[in-house]
């Protein structure tokens, strides 16, 4: 007798599959190769996905919090859990070789990612809502904003998916910086505040990004991201994956900030030299710089089109070496603006002159030694050290501009003699004039 009933029992343990880990009662939905496609990859909904194995360890102790989790996101996000160990075929067209493996089935539900975030619930409903957020931009034409990255909140932040990342980044002339993250990483969040800030005071200047690493995991691999926050420089100009360059500076927006500032100014063009003609270029060149090197050079008549450009081109040379300082930089014509070269005391001496000005405390320091490159950059130096003479601008004010014809960048024409008509002059009357 003892012997049947054993033999019925291993016939019983032998005839059905070991326990699932999720039963009816649950609103994680048992998945398997009769429903799958039905459920999940023709469905509008977002789901995420549990392959396991009753008898994994680990799968076991994530039970509780993945059953959390589908209820929290219950008519949101769907959870579903494909017993992979009685259903290989199915685990295997998904490339599941360990348990538990966890897929993120949202916009291409042919090609689903895999999660790699933290196993609570909390993390599995990030991650779901996250990408609930990705499809729907995907679907009002993406962009906009700086989303659900650790950064959220702030507008000068800029949302980065694996769709937009090449474009906005790779393709474009921009220097960035970008945050890899994870919606559950403490030290994201902590991020947060100060990335949002120095997104903010670098607008215009350098762009800050954040791309979340957990839905977004093909442009996490590509650059390697192994840890959360990663945060990548990417210089101006077109580039490539390769150009990214690790940052390991400080967290607070000041060093975020210092950090991208001097990059930008390393990344930055030489400053545009400016011809002052009216009162807009001359508002271009110096409103707003910290200080104006203001040039007078000689008339086109005394200095024909090479001998100008050689000046000009020195002065280019010296604009690019001084482009850290944010300078401003311009010239006219000797004579043509008076009222400036006033102001300026310059230009009574001759030309070609210089004179460095600051129009926010209206004081200029003049150039002493010679119009020379390394005259110029002496003097030029001395000015970056905060050394040299200033004196205050005459009239306290900004200068009155004139309106002229701006150089056409060819030599100079003598005015033509006004022809005169001698053909009614009696020479006879003349002589008695004299």
Known sequence: MKIILFTL???????????????????????TPSNFDRLVVNDDAIWIVEFYAPWCGHCKSLVPEFKKAATALKGIVKLGAVNADEHRALGEQYGVKGFPTIKVFGSNKRSPTNYNGQRTAQGFAEAALAEAKKKVQSVLGGGGGSGGSSSSGSGAVIELTDDNFDKLVLESDDVWLVEFFAPWCGHCKNLAPEWAKAAKELKGKVKLGALDATVHQSKASEYNVRGYPTIKFFPAGKKSSSDAQDYSGGRTASDIVSFALEKHIDNAPAPELYEIFDETSFDKACEGKPLCVVSVLPHILDCDAKCRNKFLDTLRE??????????????????????????????????????????????????????????????????????????????AKKPSIATVQPWDGKDGQLPADDDIDLSDVELDDVKDEL
């Open 9 to 31: 029992l291993l016939a019983a343990l032998t005839t059905f599959p070991a326990t699932a880990l999720y039963t009816s009662n649950d609103d994680v939905v048992e998945l």
């Open 318 to 395: 010296l604009g690019e070496k001084y482009k850290q300082n944010l300078w401003g930089w311009a010239w006219a014509e000797g004579g043509a603006q008076s009222q400036l070269e006033e102001s300026l005391e310059i230009g009574g001496f001759g030309y070609p002159a210089m004179a460095v000005v600051n129009f926010k405390k209206m004081k200029f320091s003049v150039l002493k030694g010679s119009f020379s490159k390394d005259g110029i950059n002496e003097f030029l130096r001395d000015i970056s050290y905060g050394r040299g003479r200033t004196a205050p601008v005459r009239g």
